[in-house]
């Protein structure tokens, strides 16, 4: 999956094989294989091109990770507590990262004023909410590496 989520188009197990024959000597029926065995689990279509195929991710990388998250939060008995451990894994830059994107998810109306807006009008402050249309834009950039939130 990893080679196929870095090129971002449709592949070919040829393409695939001699990318990871820099690396090691792999044979072409193995790619072959895990190819296939990928697209009957779901996570890769495939279209026929002559008398191959061409291989395309499902989903996004960032997708499949939220996954795998969610998947693992939803089986704990005490969500809250494994959120707490997890968070406590967290690099500073990874929580950097959390926060960035409960802002995008959450909206330019809930986001907290800037330093400047609150040294400007401090007694308006409290309660107050952005209209649609006005306030900050939202990066799409950002929203589309989060999985199109």
Same mark, same amino acid.
């Given at each position: 999956m990893s080679r196929v989520w870095k090129w971002?188009?449709?592949?070919?197990?040829?393409?695939?094989? !001699?990318?990871? =024959?820099?690396?090691? +000597?792999? &044979? /072409?029926? *193995?790619?072959?294989?895990?190819?296939d065995n990928l697209h009957q689990k779901g996570w890769v279509?495939?279209?026929?091109? $002559?008398? &191959? /195929?061409? /291989?395309? &991710?499902?989903s996004t990388r960032a997708a499949y990770a939220a996954a795998l998250m969610n998947d693992a939060? +939803? =089986?704990?008995?005490?969500p809250a &507590?494994?959120?707490?451990?997890?968070? $406590?894994?967290? +690099?500073?830059e990874q929580r950097q990262s959390l926060s960035d994107a409960?802002?995008?998810v959450q909206g330019p109306e809930t986001q907290?004023? *800037?330093?400047? +807006? !609150?040294s400007a009008e401090p007694a308006q402050r409290p309660a107050q909410r952005a209209e649609p249309g006005e306030g900050p834009e939202e990066n799409p950039a950002s929203a589309r590496d989060l999985g199109g939130r």
């Open positions: 971002n188009r449709p592949v070919t197990v040829r393409e695939v094989l !001699e990318d990871l =024959q820099k690396e090691r +000597s792999i &044979a /072409y029926t *193995t790619v072959m294989t895990v190819l279509r495939r279209e026929a091109e $002559g008398r &191959a /195929y061409r /291989y395309e &991710a499902v939060w +939803s =089986q704990s008995d005490n &507590a494994a959120l707490v451990a997890f968070f $406590g894994m967290m +690099s500073e409960v802002r995008i907290e004023p *800037t330093e400047a +807006s !609150e």
